[in-house]
């Protein structure tokens, strides 16, 4: 039973579409996390939560949103989306006092 | 903020030792930690180090010294297996920031 859940895993769509991807976890994590990978680029964190109605930016906020559902929930969204927003997006959970960051198998976006 | 530096890449032959080193600049620091990452997969926990030393778990070893703000990851008895992306990490300035990744080694074990 997979720690962290992504979906979809892989999606195409087009420019200026919005677009939304989900991510659950079953463990009680309390820290969710959403980062981008790009070649050569490493992990960029995009945005992080420490609870339900804690929402901060990351590095690489713009053209991003989140909303933490639930502790268990974290949804990313780009409302227009355009190509170069055409990565690896991974989410990520921590509980507050462990030093292991869980992450799901990604989502492979691509932006036409 | 925070900003680390890793080699691009790494070959190395199998059943040899290799090191991956690490330096970072940050404005406070809470620990560090390896990631590794197959092609294809999702980065997965390797080790994390709170004080300086060396933190042993089988083949892989992690090392830090706080007041050079470096730290390597050392690999012993390459397997194949071994070939993946491997990434440093800091959180910093304290238990309630995140994860902030260096751009990754790509190590490719070879026969």
């Known amino acids: 039973d997979a720690d962290v859940t992504q979906t979809p895993r892989n999606r195409i769509t087009k420019t200026g579409k919005r677009i939304m991807l989900e991510c659950s976890q079953t463990?009680?994590?309390?820290?969710m996390y959403w980062y981008r990978q790009d070649p050569g680029l490493g992990l960029r964190l995009i945005y992080y939560s420490f609870d339900v109605k804690d929402i901060n930016k990351g590095e690489i906020s713009d053209g991003y949103s989140v909303s933490r559902q639930a502790q268990a929930k974290f949804s990313l969204s780009l409302e227009s989306a355009i190509p170069n927003q055409t990565a690896l997006y991974f989410c990520?959970?921590?509980?507050?006092?462990?030093?292991?960051?869980?992450f799901g198998q990604g989502t492979r976006l691509t932006v036409v | 903020g925070q900003s680390l530096e890793q080699p691009s890449e790494v070959t190395a032959v199998e059943g040899a030792i290799v090191q991956i080193n690490c330096t970072y600049q940050t404005s406070g620091f809470y620990g560090l930690s390896w990631y590794q990452q197959h092609d294809g997969g999702a980065p997965t926990f390797l080790s994390y180090n709170a004080l300086d030393g060396l933190e042993e778990t089988g083949r892989f070893s992690s090392f830090l010294s706080r007041s050079d703000s470096y730290g390597y990851l050392l690999l012993q008895e390459l397997q194949m297996k071994d070939s993946a992306s491997y990434f440093c990490a800091v959180r910093g300035p304290s238990g309630n920031t995140p994860l902030v990744f260096g751009k990754g080694t790509r190590l490719s074990v070879i026969a």
């Open positions: 463990k009680g994590h309390d820290r």
């Open positions: 990520a959970a921590r509980t507050g006092q462990g030093t292991e960051a869980f």
